[in-house]
């Protein structure tokens, strides 16, 4: 384990020590002179659950920081949003934004992280809806049996000369039975429309569950 990955864990772990036992999402952070980190630090009944989830999302900071000190980005920032939580289950989603000098504009990636609270592992997409390929998110959003979202999570339309080319494992809930698969800018529209959502309903859910079974 490397020299920066030592210090970011011990960051982590130690803020962690001095969080209130009630507490169940609180934001770290770190920064330099062009780096702004906020990240989430997860808190359950669980000690090895809670060290799981806080090592995986661990990661994330690591590649940020890497960008930045080692691969010389000019800018690197991260921030989160908590999407949905009950007593099992947390979902998060984390945001790395990174811009190179010179650049038209910056960039970014969304990662969907959706755990177990009790055991603190991922839980994959499949637990929740099953399916088979990317046609049928295709014609699911063209028949509005699925809705897209652009990145304020407005409801829209998939715009004209764009497809889904792949089924995502990327997603998160949005509570009462809702999931949405996350796509990266350019991936299901323009880059005007950020991150790009195709959205579950638990109807439409049902429905491809029973399609694929």
């Not at 991936?187 to 579950?200: D, Q, R």
Request: charged share 15%; net charge positive; aromatic share 14%.
């Amino acid at each position: 384990m490397g020299m920066l990955k030592k210090l970011c864990m011990t960051s982590m772990l130690g803020v962690m020590i001095a969080v209130p036992t009630y507490a169940t999402v609180v934001t770290g952070s770190q920064s330099d002179v062009n780096l702004d980190l906020k990240y989430p630090l997860v808190y359950t009944d669980h000690a090895y659950a809670q060290r799981v989830i806080n090592t995986d999302i661990a990661n994330y900071v690591l590649e940020a920081k890497d960008m930045y000190y080692n691969q010389h980005i000019y800018q690197v920032s991260q921030n989160y949003k908590v999407t949905y939580e009950d007593s099992q289950v947390v979902s998060i989603l984390l945001t790395t934004y990174y811009y190179y000098a010179g650049a038209a504009h910056g960039m970014y990636n969304t990662r969907g992280l959706v755990y177990n609270k009790i055991t603190g592992q991922r839980i994959p997409l499949y637990n929740y809806v099953k399916i088979a390929n990317a046609e049928q998110l295709d014609n699911g959003l063209r028949s509005h049996v699925l809705n897209y979202y652009t990145g304020n999570h407005t409801k829209s339309y998939i715009p004209s000369g764009w497809s889904v080319k792949y089924v995502t494992d990327n997603y998160c809930l949005r509570g009462k039975g809702n999931i949405d698969l996350v796509y990266q800018p350019y991936e299901l529209g323009p880059y005007a429309a950020g991150n790009t959502y195709i959205g579950f309903t638990p109807k439409s859910i049902e429905y491809f569950n029973r399609m694929n079974s």
